[in-house]
T-cell receptor, first 114, second 115 residues
Framework: NAGVMQNPRHLVRRRGQEARLRCSPM?????VYWYRQLPEEGLKFMVY????????ESGMPKERFSAEFPKEGPSILRIQQVVRGDSAAYFC????????????FGPGTRLTVT | ELKVEQNPLFLSMQEGKNYTIYCNYS?????LYWYRQDPGKSLESLFV?????AVKQEGRLMASLDTKARLSTLHITAAVHDLSATYFC???????????????FGKGTKLSVKP
């Protein structure tokens, strides 16, 4: 059973470009969570999605950031007009249910904005 | 504001020594999670503590939870080099209006075990 998959693993964007990060949950998992990790910091919750629904986006910046989890295909975290401060590692996790201790983390996407 | 504080943030140990990492949190959560992260890697779940007084052990690591004191500890016994990593504790943010799955992480304790 493949784990949570994220791609790309590394992404370099110039300021002002768009970044698209993809997350494929584990088989049978319909709950996806995105977290951001700044250098030398812990992870910070961004958004929680179920298929076709955003359940909790309390950690998402109000502008430039959006997330979706369509009926078919991976979850996507989209960052428009990236700035240097967006440089971070973005992790997604998935679970079969809302039971938190069942969250499994992907390998992360490391975004660098130049 | 919900806070999760770990200390120390940096820990350099000699092999064979014992030490404890502390995790204090400001919520009334009765669930706490410990993760390990190697440099450039993802998070590996170590322990899930689901009730007051819970104690779990795996190899040289032992975690405990005191919900009344809002304190969890991660104790390292006879450290070895392979334990070098960053250790995070986390609580769920649901009591602060967040959903289940909204994990609140500490800043991490960077552990270096030297021969």
């Amino acid at each position: 059973n493949a784990g949570v998959m994220q791609n790309p693993r590394h992404l370099v964007r110039r300021r002002g470009q768009e970044a698209r990060l993809r997350c494929s949950p584990m088989k049978g998992h319909s709950h996806v969570y995105w977290y951001r990790q700044l250098p030398e910091e812990g992870l910070k919750f961004m958004v929680y999605l179920q298929k076709e629904n955003i359940i909790d986006e309390s950690g998402m910046p109000k502008e430039r950031f959006s997330a979706e989890f369509p009926k078919e295909g991976p979850s996507i975290l989209r960052i428009q007009q990236v700035v240097r401060g967006d440089s971070a590692a973005y992790f997604c996790a998935s679970s079969r249910s809302q039971v938190v201790h069942e969250q499994y983390f992907g390998p992360g996407t490391r975004l660098t904005v130049t | 504001e919900l806070k999760v504080e770990q200390n120390p943030l940096f820990l350099s140990m000699q092999e064979g020594k014992n030490y404890t990492i502390y995790c204090n949190y400001s919520t009334t959560s009765d669930r706490l999670y410990w993760y390990r992260q190697d440099p450039g890697k993802s998070l590996e779940s170590l322990f899930v503590l689901l009730s007051n007084g819970a104690v779990k052990q795996e190899g040289r690591l032992m975690a405990s939870l005191d919900t009344k004191a809002r304190l969890s500890t991660l104790h390292i016994t006879a450290a070895v080099h392979d334990l070098s990593a960053t250790y995070f504790c986390a609580v769920d943010g649901v009591r602060y209006g967040g959903s289940q799955g909204n994990l609140i992480f500490g800043k991490g304790t960077k552990l270096s075990v030297k021969p």
